[in-house]
């Protein structure tokens, strides 16, 4: 039977080079290989993509987010479905953002105190979060509110509800929703602050981690994960890595926050390095919000374990498919009489059975296209985390590196922070002239203007 303890995270591998290491994290609905690329369910599925195919690519371990769940289905359907395993017929692991993203991406909407963040809800039943008006609870938490008649979305100049997100009822919805690895609620600032504001984040980060844990229930079935904060700032990361480790020495990993909003690439791997290099080497460590093919790869030689992004499938519903080489704009016409796969080794259902011509004749037909695009967007990402463990387990790393970034960036055209990145690690790449690195954002597209015109702020 599985039993909670500090040692659920097993090295099985590590490179002789680099920091990278593979392993297995032991959760309580299945073991889950690092290291791992966790897709985003943010509302309990994938749009498109039905649990059973997510299980035929092998997606071990998906992510979903506590502030959606929470306003829907809310906390009183979760509670009455068994959780969200049940809800959503997933039998692997499951992780849950804790709402503090939204901090940034809804950043409008919201204001932060030492209690928690307040909300302007996007939907008109906020079934979980409680109005600004109720009352405190003895743990903390606020309490629910009055029931109402619709939970559809709040129609245009409809008023909107005040809701309250505290590190207890972060909790509350976790504990609900019974995600195998729940991440505490952190102040999440733009990766692009600088000044008091970042230092403030931090230490209130550190403070509600603790409120975290004395809310959080199911201790026995369900890992909390603390998030690191410090912004691009090292002796800040430093100083909360030291707060977080003192006070959480049973935690079975950490996670790294605040990065992938817009900051330099040259400042976001540092930030990463350092991060691994002071948090525990026997804990897993997951980068949030990472989803590029070379920025995965980057970071697992600087020893991360874990990462999220929409990228994949988002980027799959605007027609743009996931290779090697970057990425396939099938929505442009020069695919329209090609008939080959999005990518001949591919074995994933999509590029078995349909052709780059095809997929480019329906890219407009959006619930079709993006299903199909899905699948191998999701694909292409389970296979490059399989390479990389396989290439860890059997001494090949740097070789695998090396062969990666020059099929991704041929004639030595790798950028900058890419051959700083490595190089700290001893992997070294031949680099033909400089390059201008754009500000890292996982959250869009860089080579398709269009995909960026058409992002949907609340999503991670």
């Not at 290989?33 to 371990?61: A, D």
């Not at 997933?90 to 963040?117: C, H, N, P, Y």
């Not at 906020?126 to 600004?132: D, I, T």
């Not at 100049?157 to 919805?173: N, Y």
Request: proline residues 5%; glycine residues 6%; aromatic residues 6%.
């Amino acid at each position: 039977m599985w039993k909670m303890s500090a040692e659920k995270f097993h090295v099985l591998a590590s490179c002789s080079t680099s920091k990278a290491r593979t392993g297995v994290l032991s959760l309580l609905h299945s073991d889950v290989e690092t290291p791992i690329f966790m897709p985003v369910g943010t509302k309990g599925c994938m749009k498109g993509v039905l649990p059973e195919q997510l299980e035929q690519l092998n997606v071990q371990i998906l992510l979903g987010n506590t502030y959606h769940l929470g306003l829907k289905p809310g906390l009183e359907l979760l509670i009455k479905s068994g959780g969200l395993h049940k809800f959503m017929n997933w039998k692997r692991s499951i992780l849950t953002d804790s709402g503090g993203f939204q901090m940034v991406s809804l950043l409008k909407l919201a204001e932060i105190t030492e209690e928690g963040v307040q909300f302007e809800s996007t939907y008109s039943s906020p079934a979980s979060f409680a109005s600004q008006k109720r009352s405190r609870s003895k743990k903390g938490s606020l309490t629910e509110p009055e029931p109402v008649v619709s939970d559809d979305e709040t129609p245009p100049g409809a008023a909107k509800e005040r809701l309250v997100l505290t590190p207890e009822k972060s909790m509350e919805i976790q504990n609900a929703i019974g995600a195998d690895i729940i991440m505490q609620l952190d102040d999440v600032v733009s990766s692009t602050t600088t000044g008091p504001r970042v230092e403030e984040a931090m230490h209130r980060s550190v403070r509600w981690l603790q409120r975290c844990n004395e809310a959080h229930s199911r201790k026995s079935e369900q890992c909390l994960f603390p998030i690191v904060q410090g912004g691009l700032d090292t002796n800040l990361r430093r100083e909360c890595i030291t707060e977080m480790t003192k006070q959480q020495q049973q935690s079975v990993g950490f996670a790294i926050g605040g990065l992938s909003g817009g900051e330099e690439k040259s400042s976001f791997w540092k930030m990463v390095d350092v991060s691994t290099d002071h948090l525990p080497a026997s804990k897993p460590r997951y980068v949030m919000g990472v989803g590029y093919a070379e920025d995965l790869v980057v970071c697992c030689a600087l020893g991360a374990d874990m990462f999220d992004c929409v990228f994949p499938t988002r980027t799959a519903r605007f027609g743009c498919a996931l290779v090697n080489t970057g990425q396939l704009n099938l929505r442009l016409k020069i695919y329209s009489k090609d008939f080959a796969p999005i990518d001949p080794n591919c074995v994933c259902l999509t590029c078995q059975k349909y052709t780059r011509a095809y997929l480019h004749h329906i890219v407009t037909d959006l619930p079709t296209s993006a299903r199909l695009m899905s699948i191998h967007n999701i694909a292409y990402q389970m296979n490059l985390m399989r390479q990389i463990r396989e290439s860890i387990k059997s001494g090949r790393f740097p070789e695998f590196v090396l062969n990666f970034m020059e099929e991704r960036y041929p004639n030595g055209s790798a950028p900058a922070w890419i051959v700083d990145a490595l190089a700290t690690v001893n992997i070294r790449i031949h680099q033909q002239k400089p390059q201008h690195t754009p500000p890292h954002d996982d959250a869009a597209d860089d080579a398709d203007v269009h995909v960026i015109k058409h992002l949907k702020a609340g999503d991670r």
